[in-house]
């Protein structure tokens, strides 16, 4: 096992990783700025407002999401064999006709809807909840190229992506606000980023647009479908609902206080996203062809945990010199719940490992583990967590069921069920 640990260290995948963890650490760092810059420029109702969509969104992300799994999915086992072009460009012009029917049909209702929804999260800005709506529609297209580069293992041009639209999202959002569109135009930004860095995502899978047409295209698997989305949308929801249970069940004075602490633990998320997008097509084609992909885990747990329990230190030692670093002295030193926070959100990063790893090789039970753990958590939440200390305990103790559940994914994949 640690021969082979050293061998995939010093390949191409672990290239990859490098490649992908670097623009995930350049487009983190300009998200964080969108966070930042729009808790600067906006007022405190405004701001929370932001974090609210924003996590709402985050959800649905993850959701749609399942998109772009099953295309990586498809798209990694479909590029084993002879002349893999045809196959994969139909399979991938069929998943991009789909998701902007669903897309556009989505966003519809989503703005029909938005009254209720702004209810619902407390944000009474209709020009926002608008905005948001046309970012749903492109969270429905965009997984479609996201798994095409994934799944082809393009992971410069994912990479390229992935950059363009925080930098982009970055510029737009402080313009927008500044402009006066105030709340609006922060979350307008993400849709108008999104849409260019589109465009530079169907530029750099041009041949499979190309790729001469062919009579068979391979179906989706209903139940992995399925599956996948309970998956996700469970990772989802343990990881983004806290802020809007926050700005649901706490009086507005004590949801300022978790801004800052909700904003500098997503820090924890940057690295391990990318390095998850390269675990999945890796272990799925190792898997599809009967090999053991427990290797590529073992090393995307450490890439994952370390680096966020250094940071997580940093926070617990100088949470009040970073808050008042980062934030300017606009909010309080938040002391202890920053480090917690911080803990929780790294143990999120390696349940994000374990997901990817299990979507990979059809482990089935870690998903209904992980669903009963989210379950949990937000149980306890809504009747426990009287005070934020509270609630960062609740979420610590998800991430640590999660990654115990985790554990029983470590076994030879040979004898492990396909979905």
């Known amino acids: 096992m640690l021969t082979r640990l ?15 963890a670097g623009a995930s650490l350049i487009a983190g760092g300009f998200a964080y700025l969108v966070l930042v810059a729009a808790g ?49 460009g139909a399979f991938l012009r069929n998943r991009w006709r789909w998701a902007w029917q669903w897309g556009v049909v989505t966003a519809v209702l989503f703005a029909l809807l938005s009254p209720f ?22 969270l429905f297209v ?38 006066g569109l105030q709340l609006a135009g922060a979350v307008l930004a993400l849709p108008l ?19 001469p047409a062919t009579d068979h295209v391979q179906k989706v698997s209903l139940p992995y479908s399925l599956l996948t989305l309970v998956g996700l949308f469970s990772f989802a929801l343990l990881v983004y609902s806290d802020a809007i249970l926050v700005n649901r069940i706490f009086p507005p004075e004590v949801a300022a206080q978790y801004t800052p602490a909700n904003i500098l633990a997503r820090l924890n998320l940057f690295v391990p996203i990318a390095i998850g997008m390269v675990l999945f097509p890796k272990a799925t084609q190792k898997h599809t ?16 945990l370390i680096p966020g329990l250094l940071l997580t230190l940093l926070y617990f030692l100088f949470p009040g010199p970073i808050v008042a670093l980062v934030f300017r002295g606009q909010y309080e030193n938040p002391g202890t719940l920053l480090g917690w926070i911080g803990l929780a959100v790294t143990l999120y990063a390696g349940v994000n490992i374990w997901l990817n790893y299990a979507l990979a090789v059809g482990v089935r039970p870690y998903i209904f583990l992980l669903a009963l753990v989210v379950v949990g958590e937000v149980m ?19 991430g640590l069921a999660a990654n115990l ?11 492990e069920g396909r979905l």
């Open 405 to 415: 559940a985790g554990l029983l994914l470590l076994r030879p994949s040979r004898s």
């Open 193 to 211: 980023a999104s849409l260019v860095a589109l465009a530079l995502a169907v530029w750099w899978l041009r041949p499979f647009f190309r790729a």
């Open 289 to 304: 062809l009967g090999l053991d992909a427990r290797p590529y885990l073992l090393l995307a747990l450490a890439a994952t």
């Open 6 to 20: 050293r061998t995939i260290a010093r390949s191409k995948d672990a290239f990859d990783g490098l490649v992908m």
């Open 380 to 398: 306890a939440v809504l009747f426990l967590a009287h005070t934020l200390q509270t609630l960062a305990f609740i979420l610590l103790t998800a």
């Open 40 to 88: 600067l420029l906006l007022d405190d109702a405004a701001a929370i407002a932001f974090l609210a969509i924003m996590n709402v969104l985050k959800i649905a992300e993850q959701v749609t999401w399942v998109i772009r799994n099953v295309v990586a999915y498809y798209l990694a086992e479909l590029a084993i064999g002879a002349e893999p072009q045809p196959r994969m």
């Open 117 to 138: 929804v702004g209810r619902l999260i407390n944000v009474p800005d209709g020009g926002a909840l608008l905005a948001a709506a046309l970012a749903l529609l492109l």
């Open 142 to 179: 965009r997984p479609v190229t996201d798994g095409a580069l994934q799944g082809s293992q393009q992971f410069w041009g994912l990479g390229s992506v992935t950059v363009l639209q925080e930098l982009l999202r970055f510029g737009l959002t402080i313009g927008l606000i500044l402009a």
